[in-house]
């Protein structure tokens, strides 16, 4: 990924909190940790990401989290293929992003 550093990629699969990550993003990680192993997060994990994030936030974050969770059953169960890489997919995410970042999306 484009602006990650291999250390910091390595390190989301790893014990939470992490000195990679600052506490908003150990908030974060940890919470959608504890939505994907047990759907609703524990009260302590989310009175945590409540100290860094507005309701607002918090709400998108879970519903994106749900959102990735869904994507994945359904490709599961339809052994859905997906597309193979190719330098032309990557330069129209890169693209993408690019646009996204250069835009107020919050």
Do not use: W
């Not at 997906?82 to 993408?96: D, F, G, V, Y």
Request: proline residues 2%.
């Amino acid at each position: 990924l484009a602006g990650v550093s291999d250390e910091r990629l390595q390190a989301v699969g790893e014990e939470l909190p992490s000195g990679h990550f600052s506490a908003l993003e150990n908030a974060a990680l940890a919470l959608v940790d504890d939505l994907v192993a047990h759907v609703k997060a524990g009260k302590g994990t989310f009175d945590i990401a409540r100290e860094y994030f507005s309701d607002t936030a918090l709400q998108q974050l879970v519903l994106l989290t749900g959102l990735y969770m869904m994507m994945c059953r359904y490709l599961e169960t339809f052994e859905t293929d997906l597309e193979e890489e190719t330098p032309q997919s990557i330069e129209r995410l890169k693209a993408s992003l690019e646009k996204l970042q250069g835009s107020d999306v919050r």
